[in-house]
């Protein structure tokens, strides 16, 4: 077992999952989304990001991609929710744009773990 494989696949799946926990409940509503599994979002999808860095295969582009895709998406949505004037809480408009640009994220998570496991199919025949 190649350990690089492993964490570099543990960090594309947990990107995953942390944007799907994220962007989970209703879509307007602050209290169904927590800010700190935004940052945990963001944090771990530069990880990620950085990790893909380096393979200079096809696959390896379309990873890069997906992974700046994500990127900008949660950073996005991570300086609206910082800018937004929280002193009277988030309104419902915000924190829709605000989940939803990390659904945006999430599609291209979705295509990473989608393109990490098909390559890993091919690469094991």
Do not use: C
């Not at 492993?6 to 989304?33: D, K, R, S, Y």
């Not at 700190?36 to 999808?45: D, E």
């Not at 990473?112 to 025949?125: C, F, M, N, P």
């Amino acid at each position: 077992m190649n350990l690089e494989k492993v964490v570099f696949g543990f960090f594309i799946v947990l990107a995953l999952t942390l944007n799907v926990a994220f962007v989970m409940g209703e879509i307007g509503n602050p209290e169904h989304h927590n800010i700190w599994l935004l940052f945990a979002a963001v944090v771990v999808n530069l990880v990620a990001t950085v990790l893909k860095f380096g393979d200079r295969s096809q696959v390896g582009a379309l990873l890069l991609a997906t992974a700046l895709v994500a990127d900008l998406q949660l950073l996005a949505s991570a300086l609206i929710w910082t800018f937004a004037d929280t002193s009277a809480g988030l309104s419902v408009s915000t924190m829709s744009t605000i989940v939803s640009l990390a659904y945006g994220a999430l599609a291209a998570n979705v295509v990473s773990v989608t393109l990490l496991v098909s390559e890993s199919l091919i690469a094991g025949r």
